[in-house]
T-cell receptor, first 112, second 110 residues
Framework: DTAVSQTPKYLVTQMGNDKSIKCEQN?????MYWYKQDSKKFLKIMFS???????INETVPNRFSPKSPDKAHLNLHINSLELGDSAVYFC???????????FGPGTRLTVT | GQNIDQPTEMTATEGAIVQINCTYQ??????LFWYQQHAGEAPTFLSY????GLEEKGRFSSFLSRSKGYSYLLLKELQMKDSASYLC???????????FGKGTKLSVIP
């Protein structure tokens, strides 16, 4: 009965590879987000989708491409991984933009 | 843009009361959230203030002054499990644009 789930939980890969992280929410929310939390624990928004449409796209390299096949899913694909991409990536969801967000458990990405 | 300031670390004793302050500057304002994040875990929602004043929820209370761009989170009867980072997050004018502060790491000691 997990509200927001992410896979994988851990991802270790080499520089230059392409990888994807998947996110699913079963709360019926219409808005989903991707955040990056770096080693200094700074949680920063990357993207937000409302009803499958992109509404926030912060300054993120275009190697990062979100995809929302439906309202319950928001996947993150990363091309040509770099060392600086190592971080914990959190998916979150909310009903609209004015309500609190439920966070997934996070995906710890390590690029070697 | 948005600017959020909160103390980096605080230490308090079990059973005591602690107040974590947050000052912010946002482009418009649609409320302020507080989240708790235990080490290695996801942030979890604690409170939401959109009007001035104090919102109480059990041992936790949150205060907002919109004119001063100021909020605080008050934790009473501290327990060891309250050791975590507390993130202040104002919601800007466009909604959806939740910006998190760097968080205050609270350590509760016996």
């Amino acid at each position: 009965d997990t509200a927001v789930s992410q896979t994988p939980k851990y991802l270790v890969t080499q520089m230059g590879n392409d990888k994807s992280i998947k996110c699913e929410q079963n709360l019926g929310h219409d808005t989903m987000y991707w955040y990056k939390q770096d080693s200094k624990k700074f949680l920063k928004i990357m993207f937000s989708y409302n009803n499958k449409e992109l509404i926030i796209n912060e300054t993120v390299p275009n190697r990062f491409s979100p995809k929302s096949p439906d309202k319950a899913h928001l996947n993150l694909h990363i091309n040509s991984l770099e060392l600086g991409d190592s971080a914990v990536y959190f998916c979150a969801s909310s009903q609209g933009g004015l309500f609190w967000q439920y966070f997934g458990p996070g995906t710890r990405l390590t690029v070697t | 843009g948005q600017n959020i300031d909160q103390p980096t670390e605080m230490t308090a004793t079990e059973g005591a009361i602690v107040q974590i302050n947050c000052t912010y500057q946002t482009s418009g304002f649609n409320g302020l959230f507080w989240y708790q994040q235990h080490a290695g875990e996801a942030p979890t929602f604690l409170s939401y203030n959109v009007l001035d004043g104090l919102e109480e929820k059990g041992r936790f209370s949150s205060f907002l002054s919109r004119s001063k761009g100021y909020s605080y989170l008050l934790l009473k009867e501290l327990q060891m499990k309250d050791s975590a980072s507390y993130l202040c997050a104002p919601l800007g004018a466009g909604s959806y644009q939740l910006t998190f502060g760097k968080g205050t790491k609270l350590s509760v000691i016996p």
